[in-house]
């Protein structure tokens, strides 16, 4: 019995070495390493599936705040654009008020309620002009302004000194925002309009193209266009050709045919033979390019599309008057070529810049005009258009006004151009209903920009 349990004792231990063998260890280390790999590649991926999760939460936060700035900043930036769009109207609303408020004080005037009756005449000292030279109008503006005219010095460079009180500024300091309103006269420039009419070239705004051929003909202008191939003569007369009613191209304007030119334009169109539609209109007429738009444009309006009045049946169409009071000199020296004379022009200058200094107008009344001309820009009666009619170019009234608004509110900036057209209530006529009219004002156009 013994003895076969030291034999069973022996082959345990035998068993038991055979488990400890470098093979049976090297197996062991394999499987332990293999279950270690195995669990340490299962943390890494572990690892990078939190790192995705949080990259994304973080993009995700991220798109919510950009998102959200960019809503608030959206919000902010229409808020600004309404506000400036109403404010730009008030501006409108202020100048229509200026413009009847002038108008009344013109009647009041030739009432003779006063005590003297004067003919209602536009110019620089027009209530009308108040807000040409002032700053735009806001708080912030009022804030530069008032230490300027609140020291001891006499200069006045906007001119609001005896205007701007402590009412006014009070109200001034209502605006957070700031606009700027301007006046201009649309009567002190040529109306190319005035050559749309019936169609009959010996009765056609002869007027209108000897205005155009003096504003042409200035020796700098005269040059320019002579550069370009063209004569001050044949562009007149393509304008004149391009909206009027009559088939046939003037000899004038050196084309064959009215429409021919246009047609062979890309894309083809052909002469209107209407009235323009706004001054930038005139780059469709042959010859007519932006570098010649640049120099003669603010020297020509389309307002108003007809002609004040009309003379007796079978005489010619009398044109819109140009406002001698609002013209500018360098117009008028071109319409009048006796200007041009060295002594003249600066006889001329000198006095013309005493006159602005002063704010004062040229003429006072249309009786005035030629004896202003003639004293001003050496104008004599035996030259010019129609011997000694120069003059009827000219008036000291204006029917027709272009009110520019400009209104900035945090970073958005609107601006509206409106041209107003002033109607006298008791006037009926061909260019007015048939009716009484109940308004002092007209709207030609109106843009928003």
Request: proline share 4%.
């Amino acid at each position: 019995m013994r003895k076969q349990l030291v034999h069973i004792i022996d082959w345990i231990s035998k068993k038991s070495y055979c488990l400890h063998t470098p093979r049976e260890l090297r197996k062991k280390d394999e499987f332990l390493n293999r279950s270690m790999a195995k669990e340490t590649k299962q943390k890494g991926i572990s690892l990078l599936i939190a790192i995705m999760s949080i990259a994304v939460m973080i993009t995700f936060v991220s798109e919510m705040i950009v998102s959200s700035t960019v809503n608030v900043e959206l919000a902010i930036m229409t808020r600004d654009r309404v506000k400036s769009e109403y404010l730009g109207k008030s501006g409108i609303n202020l100048g229509l008020y200026l413009l009847s408020a002038s108008y009344l004080w013109d009647h009041v005037q030739a009432s003779g309620a006063l005590g003297i009756k004067q003919e209602p005449v536009d110019g620089p000292s027009s209530l009308w002009t108040i807000f040409n030279q002032w700053p735009p109008l806001g708080a912030e503006v009022l804030n530069f302004v008032q230490p300027l005219l609140s020291s001891e010095s006499d200069e006045d460079p906007f001119g609001l000194k005896g205007l701007l009180n402590e009412k006014v500024a009070a109200q001034m300091r209502l605006f957070e925002d700031q606009f700027s309103v301007k006046i201009f006269d649309e009567s002190k420039k040529i109306n190319v309009n005035d050559c749309a009419g019936s169609g009959d070239p010996a009765r056609e705004c002869p007027e209108v193209i000897a205005q155009l051929e003096a504003l042409f003909a200035c020796p700098a202008e005269k040059l320019f266009l002579e550069n370009k191939n063209l004569s001050p003569r044949e562009l007149a007369y393509r304008i004149r050709d391009y909206i009027s009613s009559d088939e046939q191209a003037s000899e004038e304007s050196n084309l064959g045919s009215k429409d021919e030119p246009y047609e062979e334009a890309t894309p083809p169109y052909k002469a209107k033979r209407l009235p323009f539609d706004s001054i930038s209109e005139l780059k469709m007429v042959k010859g007519w390019d932006d570098d010649i738009h640049a120099v003669f444009a603010p020297y020509l309006t389309t307002y108003p599309f007809k002609p004040n009045k009309k003379t007796a049946r079978g005489k010619k169409v009398s044109v819109a008057g140009i406002n001698i009071n609002t013209a500018p000199s360098e117009l008028i020296a071109c319409l009048i070529p006796q200007s041009r004379d060295e002594v003249c022009r600066e006889k001329s200058v000198q006095k013309i810049h005493k006159l602005q200094g002063e704010a004062s107008n040229l003429a006072s009344s249309d009786k005035e005009i030629k004896a202003k001309i003639e004293d001003l820009f050496c104008y004599t009666a035996d030259e010019g258009f129609e011997a000694g009619k120069k003059e009827e170019w000219f008036v000291v009234r204006s029917d027709v006004f272009n009110i520019t608004v400009d209104a900035l509110t945090g970073h958005q900036r609107r601006k509206i151009s409106a041209i107003i057209r002033r109607i006298d209530s008791g006037v009926k006529g061909a260019d007015v209903e048939k009716r009484e009219v109940k308004r002092a004002y007209q709207i030609l156009y109106w843009k928003i920009t």
